[in-house]
């Protein structure tokens, strides 16, 4: 018997070839009807047997397009109206407020790739080329419905042939929007002082001067890169040194997996992320005596490397480098740099040469940064290739902006039961940041066709985006709701898992404002998506001097030692006092004794901090997290025994208290244990006292989920230990895969606890 279907497709369907699909797919069976574009996605009116539309809807869920994403399937019955033929129908007019989802940008295509090199075709070495499975798209939209136009596209009129590409049903390149060739897109441009080349291949003339150890600010997808030679020592220091960073990991690109497997150890799913479409960086274990660099990831075992993505990647790399450093082009946390002019200005004391090309940058987006942890992909950093994405939530919010922590910064949109998590921002504690920031609320609000009811932010009172939400509240009457910081973090690990019931959260990271005033950062909360209590926490000590302490360890580990051993202190036999100068020490005793600048503290980022400077591996660090990342990769493996804590209760609160683990570490010290085999213990204690205080909470609560989220979890011995040995307990255990557990994550934990009241 015959039927009509109307099927509504929602998710990523326009621009990615997707009625052309449905337009072929509907050959392989006797169907009639149409297919459009409307504001809801892609709509179908199909008529024909029951068996063959039930294995057309079958089809179009297995077969899609690479870029085509399903989100829902509406299916409804209706009337026969005899339909002849087939048709693509003109797209219905977009209502207010509609919005369909977008693609973010996605890493060159097999077969554009083919094309690339092939001297036939007339895109040979065109850096420019892509298709509808291919090429840029969210850092070049301006507004939706994705169409040239609103594109930054627009100022290139296709020639005949491309435009010809563009309208055939049967071209790869039908309604791929960044369409362009040699003779009507965009160009590439070799600019040295100040003055644009004059030479035919500016590329070639790129790769001449990156091996004679000049750097290269480069455009890439979503900003500028700065590169050099990473097999040249000179070049890397000389670029460490101008881009003022002293130590941080500079990431690297190689043309293909076997390159980086001559300097980097890659794992099974190592590979697959390597080669997955969006080309995040990830993070793999330095081969020892490789030829990269030594300073491209000082102190450090690991390296981050990535696979090209643009066609002017595979260009430079073709043949002729084993890996280029491949640095955000910005400095010290302000946000990537992405248009031309900005890039000539500010980049001009550090870049040799600069490599631009014609077609602009709306949407800066940084490359994102992955690890492999309990053998699942964990994000460092989410950006280019992942964002627009939402993350998908089985119940619906209301409309939300939420404004994020002040470290590497995200905002979230909220809408229905899509979230959308903007791309890494970067730190907010610079005005080039807060540019950024309020020009992303703008143009992905834009995109995302978002009229925030609610503004949520953080609890801290002097975060610039809590500032800017009272600012706004008072302009435009938009209320606020203001989220804890660990709750953000542990309610955007359980929305990501779409977990609604009460959980214990295990919040472990650096800094975050507490509600009594202190600085938090060792929790356990009894958490819901509406709220929370804390149920437990580190011990509060000192934090002589805030952010001072935060940049030297040395003053959080003297802030442990003094409490623990008063006076008695500066006495002890170890290195760590023969290191630091008395006065030093003395000045820190004043401070925490008269209280001067010296909140308290639970942060267990800082206790990791101070375990590092205790050992002799880092006093002082130039980047977040530095002394702790250090320590990690020095841990010996195959290490069971950890030291000795102790957790009581004190004001309904359980207390894990750190004294025993610092007398250990002291008396280790004294013996001559090496410090490899002190930092895997005390990496194990923390996982002993975290199963320890869970086990508890479960006896007092009945409670047997776990979702741990905080900066802390991107540590991949603690991480791995703490969720086997909770897993071995019973606990089910949730971690974050689809967001950043670091800052990066809470923009989504405040918007669904803001979207929930
Ligand atoms: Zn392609
Ligand atoms: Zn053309």
Known sequence: ????????????????????????????????????????????????????????????????????????????????????????????????????????????????????????????????????????????????????????????????????????????????????????????????????????????????????????????????????????????????????????????????????????????????????????????????????????????????????????????????????????????????ICNNREALEKLDKVADFFLLYNRDIFNRCDDSVIKIINNHSVFFRRARGYVPHPIILDFKLKEVLALGGELKNTI?????????????????????????????????????????????????????????????????????????????????????????????????????????????????LLCDLKKYSRIGHLKYYALPGGDKAVAQPWRMTYSYLYSIYGKKAQDLKIDFNQRLDYNKLSIIEKMIDRKINSPLTSSCGRLFDAVSSLIGIRDEVSYEGQAAMEMESLCASEIEEGYGFDIYKENGEFIIDPERIFKEIISDLKKGVNIEIIAAKFHNTIADFTVNLCGKIRKNTNLNKVALSGGVFQNRYSTERIISLLEKDGFQVYIQRKVPPNDGGISLGQAVVAGNK
């Open 412 to 524: 979230s949109f909220a809408k229905g039961r899509y979230v959308f998590l903007s791309q890494y921002l970067g730190d907010l504690k610079n005005v080039e940041t807060l540019n950024t920031f309020q020009e992303s609320i703008n143009n992905l609000g834009k995109i995302f066709k978002v009229n925030p009811q609610i503004i949520a932010c953080d609890l801290h009172p002097d975060y610039l985006s809590t500032k800017y939400a009272v600012e706004i509240e008072a302009k435009k009457g938009i209320k606020i709701v203001k989220v804890q910081h660990h709750h953000a973090h542990i309610v955007s690990c359980m929305a990501e898992n779409n977990i609604k019931e009460k959980v214990i959260g295990v919040a472990y990271d650096g800094t975050g404002y507490g509600n009594d005033g202190n600085i938090w950062g060792g929790e356990f």
């Open 1 to 336: 018997m015959k039927i009509r279907e109307r099927i509504i497709i929602k998710g990523i369907v326009q621009g990615v070839g997707f009625r052309p699909f449905i337009h072929k797919l509907v050959k392989n069976y006797n169907l009639s009807g149409w297919v459009l574009n409307s504001n809801q996605g892609v709509e179908i009116e199909v008529e024909g047997k029951e068996e063959e539309l039930n294995s057309f809807v079958a089809d179009v869920r297995g077969k899609l397009p690479p870029l085509a994403r399903i989100e829902e399937i509406e299916v409804n019955q209706l009337a026969l109206v005899g339909y002849k033929g087939f048709s693509i129908k003109k797209s219905v007019a977009k209502e207010e407020n509609s919005f369909v989802l977008v693609s973010p940008d996605i890493s060159i295509c097999k077969d554009c790739l083919q094309e690339l090199f092939n001297h036939q075709n007339r895109r040979y070495h065109y850096p420019f080329i892509n298709c509808t499975n291919c090429g840029p798209r969210f850092t070049i939209i301006k507004d939706i419905p994705y169409d040239r136009k609103k594109t930054t596209m627009r100022v290139f009129k296709m020639c005949p042939q491309c435009q010809s590409e563009y309208d055939n049903l049967e071209d790869r390149r039908y309604h791929a929007q960044p369409n362009a060739c040699a003779d009507c897109g965009p160009e590439v441009f070799l600019y040295q002082q100040k003055r644009k080349l004059a030479i035919v291949d500016p590329i070639t003339e790129a790769i001449r001067l990156l091996k004679d150890g000049q750097i290269g600010a480069i455009k890439g997808l979503g900003g500028f890169h700065l590169a050099c030679d990473a097999t040249n020592n000179k070049a890397v220091l000389k670029l460490r040194h101008l881009k003022n960073r002293e130590a941080k990991p500079f990431a690297l690109m190689s043309l293909n997996i076997e390159k980086i497997n001559q300097y980097c150890e890659i794992g099974k799913e190592e590979k697959e992320w390597l080669e997955d479409r969006a080309r995040p960086i990830v993070l793999l274990k330095k081969k020892k005596n490789s030829l990269i660099s030594p300073f491209v990831a000082p102190n450090n075992d690991h390296l981050g490397a990535m696979l090209p993505y643009t066609p002017l990647h595979y260009l430079l790399l073709k043949d002729s480098f084993l890996a280029l450093v491949m640095t955000s082009g910005n400095f010290r946390d302000e946000p990537i």
